[in-house]
């Protein structure tokens, strides 16, 4: 396979491990569980350290399992370069660790993944402002900005409510002030949207969910995709300054966060989760049209208050989704008309299981308040437009019409 032509999604993802030569001719990347790299020249392990000659070092910074799995993430956002990390909120922690000092400002969208808000909260006491914002909406953005702001913070569909954030109208806003925007990408996946094409400079995918997509490995990742000039981010040491200003921000990311707080992936795990996206089309296509059939029932259904799901004509960014993203993916959320209780409707369900995670190949379900958002307090939750009685649902690749019923006799009985 040559890498100058372009083949499709699944295609490029089957075939990347052989754009290298892999040992004994094996279809996988073999799992390399050394820690050590040894060098029969002295001299090499210098240059090795000194970034003059690729290599790998000390398992920490990186590994050849991990390496093959980096390539693979790269081809699916069409980026520069990715770094790998043990969970998907070490990747975010990374953008903190790596790229952020004392005085600058971040703006998040204030519709967040739980432990991103969390984490937003931390470096906030730490002594660095945040501003969270109704990311829907440029204007709210743009009014935001300081002259210390070095950073926009945004998921693709957030979690578990299904806002969209003002893509496209933010990313032209980042790139005309040479503001850094960052991109969780992990509920929609590269498979169903490429943020690098609304110019994200950096894009974050928890690997745990879609990605690796059976609910058994975590990771994460950032990728560069090339569009952000570091020349003019004055957070790059001097010492990140040899290589190209291309690779100045992973460089940095690489040694202050993954080398410095050690969250690094494992060798198992990233052959886990290498597997897992050879089938993420096959998977997301099936959960999407799902998540489709089942929003669709829902709203229709007296009992249900309110469904959120970017593929509903109801939602209000609806229109975003449809000009941005492949298929609309597999979660949504739903509420509960008064009087039904969310705990006795989730224990009737037969097949989906009261669990937490997404992108799982199962289908899952969670009471959102009394859960993942329990640690944040009613008054948060408000803001953040979760209700009390608020499922979500991360819609897996169980047969339509079976999960179609299970919703259903639950809502019945
Ligand atoms: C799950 C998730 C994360 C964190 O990933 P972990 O691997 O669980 O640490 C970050 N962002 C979003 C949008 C997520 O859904």
Same mark, same amino acid.
């Given at each position: ?96 660790? *790596? ?71 933010? *990313? ?8 850094? !925007? ?50 003019? !981010? ?43 996206? $050879? ?28 469904? !959120? ?28 008309? $008064? ?33 993942? !958002? ?23 690749? $169980? ?15």
């Amino acid at each position: 396979m040559n890498d100058q032509k372009k083949f499709g999604f699944t295609t490029t993802i089957l075939h990347s491990d052989r754009q290298k030569p892999i040992e004994h001719g094996s279809l996988h990347k073999p799992i390399h569980t050394a820690v050590a790299y040894g060098y029969r020249d002295a001299r090499e392990l210098a240059d090795v350290f000194q970034g003059k000659r690729p290599g790998y070092r000390y398992g920490r910074q990186g590994n050849p399992t991990v390496s093959a799995l980096e390539e693979k993430i790269t081809r699916m956002e069409d980026g520069l370069a990715t770094l790998c990390f043990s969970t998907g909120m070490a990747a975010v922690g990374a953008l903190v660790q *790596g790229l952020l000092r004392s005085g600058d400002h971040v703006i998040s969208s204030a519709y967040l993944f739980g432990n991103t808000n969390s984490l937003w909260q931390t470096v906030q006491l730490q002594g660095m402002p945040v501003s969270f914002v109704d990311a829907t909406k440029v204007e709210a953005v743009e009014q935001a900005l300081t002259p210390a702001t070095r950073m926009v913070f945004v998921e693709t569909i957030a979690n578990p409510r299904t806002q969209i954030a003002d893509l496209e109208k933010i *990313g032209a806003l980042c790139h005309e002030r040479g503001i850094l !925007y960052v991109v969780d990408n992990t509920i929609t996946s590269p498979y169903l949207f490429r943020p690098k094409k609304v110019g994200a400079s950096i894009v974050i995918n928890a690997l745990t969910k879609s990605i690796g997509g059976h609910g058994n490995a975590l990771g994460g990742s950032l990728t560069d995709t090339g569009l952000f000039d570091w020349t003019a !981010y004055p957070n790059i040491a001097e010492t990140y300054k040899r290589f190209a200003p291309a690779q100045w921000g992973l460089a940095q990311l690489r040694a202050k966060a993954l080398r410095d707080f050690g969250g690094a992936l494992g060798p198992e795990a990233a052959h886990h989760l290498a597997v897992g996206a $050879e089938t993420m089309a096959l998977r997301i296509e099936r959960e999407s049209a799902s998540a489709m059939a089942l929003a669709t029932m829902l709203s229709d259904d007296e009992r249900v208050a309110a469904v !959120y799901y970017p593929g509903l004509s109801s939602h209000p960014q609806h229109a975003i989704a449809t000009s941005l993203f492949r298929a609309y993916g597999g979660l949504l959320s739903f509420e509960l008309k $008064e009087g039904i209780d969310c705990f006795d409707y989730l224990n009737r369900l037969r097949l989906a299981i009261p669990a937490s995670n997404l992108g799982d190949t199962r289908t899952l379900v969670i009471p959102v308040a009394h859960t993942i !958002y329990h640690e944040m307090g009613p008054a948060r939750r408000a803001k953040m437009g979760i209700a009390e009685s608020l499922i979500r649902v991360s819609v897996g690749i $169980e047969d339509t019409d079976d999960l179609l019923e299970d919703f259903r006799q639950a809502l019945d009985a």
